[in-house]
Nanobody, 119 residues
Framework: QVQLAESGGGLVQPGGSLKLSCAAS????????GGWYRQAPGKQRELVAV???????NYADSVKGRFTISRDNAKNTVYLQMNSLKPEDTAVYYC?????????????WGQGTQVTVSS
């Protein structure tokens, strides 16, 4: 069974940094894409960053240049390094992976970790 365990959220001041981790069980980020989404109160869940099995990355415009997604295949973990944090980055951050299983891809989600950016 696929399980995603997130960690690293917390309270940080504007301009600060946090690093989120997502450790997978039952799946491998070396063969499946990993990503981070976030959802602020009253807002729809939005894609933050994705890393493909090939190592290609993609970011939301709002976080480009500030956030970096990476993975450690040996630890089967995807990371999101968040720098220069802004109050508008405040949200629950969710780890995601999409795995093929006929007849479709299936999304798997972590439980979410709260990131609060406030002075």
């Amino acid at each position: 069974q696929v399980q995603l365990a997130e960690s690293g959220g917390g309270l940080v001041q504007p301009g600060g940094s946090l690093k989120l981790s997502c450790a997978a069980s039952g799946s491998s980020f070396s063969t499946n894409a990993g990503g981070w989404y976030r959802q602020a109160p009253g807002k729809q869940r939005e894609l933050v960053a994705v890393i493909s099995s090939a190592g290609n990355t993609n970011y939301a415009d709002s976080v480009k240049g500030r956030f970096t997604i990476s993975r450690d295949n040996a630890k089967n973990t995807v990371y999101l390094q968040m720098n220069s944090l802004k109050p508008e980055d405040t949200a629950v951050y969710y780890c995601n992976t999409k795995i093929w299983g006929w007849p479709a891809y299936y999304d798997y989600w972590g439980q979410g970790t709260q990131v609060t950016v406030s002075s």
